[in-house]
């Protein structure tokens, strides 16, 4: 075991910046993480976190972690995507870093990348991205079915067959029907 580092802290903070049921029990958490240690043999930073259970309360229920983080660029290579996982006791278990071209042995800069938040259906509601507006689907009855990068901003792809593009403050560039 080892102490976390800023980066992994950084990515864990990114998961924690959204509101949801259960942030805040999550938050003490974070800030009761004894250390961590390496939870994968690929060779990708992902991690698995020691909790001091006495110090920090466990989510009220078990819960799958409804925010994701996704990486909007990367300089070098296909963005990348990173997900917490909560324990069956509601404890924070460990962030798993997923490269799709190779691995990569660093966590992806938290200045290029947005965290998804899902509801309990797990349909995407919102996304914060790096500039840190909070941004919704432009129906709320047709929620996204897929989210892709654009820029720093993002494309996303309804359920009812509709893309809508976000620019990099949030704004809604265009909503058209796709094909």
Do not use: N
Request: aromatic fraction near 8%.
């Amino acid at each position: 075991m080892r102490p976390i580092t800023d980066a992994e802290r950084e990515v864990l903070d990114l998961f924690l910046s959204v509101e949801f049921d259960g942030v805040g029990a999550f938050r003490k958490q974070a800030m009761h993480i004894l250390g961590v240690e390496p939870d994968c043999i690929c060779g990708c930073p992902s991690i698995k976190f020691h909790v001091d259970r006495a110090k920090a309360p466990a989510a009220p229920e078990f819960c799958l972690m409804p925010t994701e983080v996704e990486e909007l660029a990367r300089p070098a290579g296909v963005p990348s995507s990173v997900l917490c996982f909560v324990d069956k006791e509601g404890y924070l278990a460990s962030l798993e870093c997923v490269y799709y071209d190779g691995i990569v042995t660093e966590w992806p800069d938290t200045d290029r990348c947005a965290v998804i938040l899902r509801d309990t259906g797990r349909k995407m509601t919102s996304v914060l991205l790096p500039s840190g507006a909070l941004v919704r689907p432009d129906d709320e009855e047709d929620p996204w079915a897929s989210f892709g990068e654009a820029g720093l901003g993002f494309t996303a792809t309804t359920r009812r067959g509709w893309t809508e593009t976000y620019s990099a403050s949030g704004e809604l560039v265009s909503r058209v029907r796709s094909t």
